[in-house]
């Protein structure tokens, strides 16, 4: 399995960007598939997964509200929509996949990760 973040770019606080997560592999809706972000001098922190159907979603509390996962398993694609931009925000965003769905919040539980894709929100 293999993926590739992108949509990443610079926007103005309280704008909006919407990452996608292309995932290569048949098994790709077998797996949770989870965002993660990391700023510069930070470990890397869960944003939001979404089940193997879509059906069910989970998000960290920094993100709920505003930010959406979605995937689409016909373009083995996974979207993070991201509303309401505050400059916090800004970090270097991953998409993984694998983990147990009870175990979706543990960033070592994820098998497959993307590369990352950068979001940077101005003031």
């Known amino acids: 399995v293999q993926l590739q973040a992108s949509g990443g770019g610079v926007v103005q606080a309280g704008g909006s960007l919407r990452l996608s997560c292309a995932v290569s592999?048949?098994?790709?809706?077998?797996?949770?598939v989870g965002w993660f972000r990391q700023s510069p001098g930070k470990e890397r922190k869960f944003v939001a997964a979404?089940?193997?159907?879509?059906?069910?979603?989970f998000y960290a509390d920094s993100a709920e509200g505003r930010f959406t996962i979605s995937r689409d398993n016909a373009k083995n694609t996974v979207y993070l929509q991201m509303n309401s931009l505050k400059p916090e925000d800004t970090a270097v965003y991953y998409c993984?996949?694998?983990?147990?769905?009870?175990?979706?919040?543990?960033?070592?539980?994820?098998?497959?990760w993307g590369q990352g894709t950068q979001v940077t929100v101005s003031s």
């Open positions: 993984a996949a694998g983990p147990e769905w009870r175990l979706v919040r543990i960033l070592s539980k994820y098998k497959y």
């Open positions: 979404t089940d193997e159907s879509g059906v069910l979603t």
């Open positions: 592999g048949r098994t790709f809706n077998t797996y949770p």
